[in-house]
């Protein structure tokens, strides 16, 4: 029992679909369950007119309330442990949360003044380079034609895609054109303004387990120096949304999710912080009915470790499924016969990788050989 508070338990769920590309079955996502409650972040900074979420991870919310009138919360869709807290004018209060337990977790919360250009909704610098300042100029004008809260739900469609993924593919081909290819990867490192953050069936919820729909997101802004990530989105509550703001860290380690990019991906990308070294391996072993899948433990430059289960050996994004740990492994109940039972052709893979961040800089170590599991 000890052993198991300590780590992550994996549980097969029954069979869900991907929904990015048409005609692609998908393989059973897994749910994580994690240890005990905590919320997202125990500060926020939050501009005026500003919007950032606050998740809570590992339990079950009853409620969310607020000291003074500086900022306005919003329940994100249907998921009550995660709100929206946007900033309405200058000071600071708490933002708490009561679990169903009655427990109470708190969040201090500072709302600064915003700067011109923000507040009166013009361009401003997106990921530094004048490439990005163009596209982010391209995605903020399509702001006046899908204003903030207007609706964008299932009920909207481009080429073939609907709601979220529709509105990402649009602003994404407004800001490159139809003909420019896609890249995908799982490199948080290299985010860049127009980017896709596609969160797919396994990405990991605010309660420790994993989501069973599909979201895309876009990428406004991601400044790495202040560990900040600025998104836009479709079918927010069946509405569009402007300005959502992460940490990259988060999505680094804790989101579950792939990036698909017009930016032609090289993976040899220079990074801030430095890489983890030393090669990964996978063993995996079995006891009491608990199975474990466990990583080549590394103790210098790495702070986590990114695994992707698939039931294609190419691994790609709409049948891959991300997990993050801090711990250099994950375990299930049951066989590694689990694993495949519904995988196609009842074969699955696995690779990983470890995490260093610093920051909001994020680099990757060299991915293990692929594990095939039976």
Not at 65 to 90: D, P, Q, R
Not at 302 to 313: A, M, R
């Amino acid at each position: 029992m000890r052993l198991l508070k300590k780590t992550v338990l994996l549980i097969l769920i029954a069979l869900l679909f991907f929904a990015p590309i048409a005609g692609a079955s998908a393989m059973p996502p897994l749910t994580v369950y994690a240890a005990s409650p905590s919320l997202s972040a125990k500060s926020l900074t939050v501009k005026v007119g500003q919007t950032k979420t606050l998740k809570l991870n590992n339990g079950k919310a009853k409620k969310w309330g607020h000291t003074g009138e500086n900022v306005k919360l919003a329940k994100k869709g249907n998921n009550i442990n995660t709100i929206t807290v946007k900033g309405l004018k200058k000071g600071t209060c708490v933002v708490a949360c009561m679990l169903t337990n009655g427990k109470i977790l708190k969040c201090n919360v500072k709302v600064t003044a915003a700067s011109s250009s923000e507040s009166s909704g013009s361009s401003s610098s997106s990921s530094g380079s004048s490439a990005d300042k163009k596209i982010y100029n391209k995605i903020i004008a399509m702001k006046s034609k899908y204003p903030e809260g207007s609706r964008y739900d299932e009920s909207t469609k481009y080429k073939g895609y609907s709601a979220c993924q529709a509105f990402a593919y649009l602003m994404s081909d407004t800001a490159f054109g139809k003909d420019k290819p896609y890249y995908r990867h799982y490199d948080f490192g290299a985010l860049r303004t127009g980017d896709i953050i596609y969160q797919v069936p396994g990405s990991k919820l605010s309660d420790g387990s994993y989501t069973t729909t599909t979201h895309a997101l876009v990428v406004l802004k991601a400044d790495y120096s202040k560990d900040e990530l600025v998104l836009c989105e479709g079918n927010y509550m069946g509405k569009a949304h402007w300005g959502s703001t992460y940490s990259i860290s988060e999505f680094a380690l804790n989101a579950g999710a792939s990036v698909t990019s017009r930016y032609k991906y090289d993976a040899n990308h220079s990074v801030k912080v430095t890489k983890p070294s030393g090669s990964m391996t996978i063993k995996y072993s079995y006891s009491n009915g608990i199975g474990r899948f466990t990583a080549k433990k590394l103790t210098k430059n790495c702070v986590g470790y990114q695994y992707l289960f698939s039931d294609d050996k190419g691994f790609p994004y709409n049948r891959t499924q991300t997990f993050y740990t801090k711990d250099n492994y994950m375990q299930f109940r049951g066989t590694e016969k689990i694993w495949a039972s519904n995988a196609q052709n009842h074969v699955a893979y696995l690779k990983v990788r470890a995490v260093n961040i610093k920051g909001g800089n994020v680099s990757y170590g060299k991915w293990s050989s692929i594990r095939t599991i039976r």
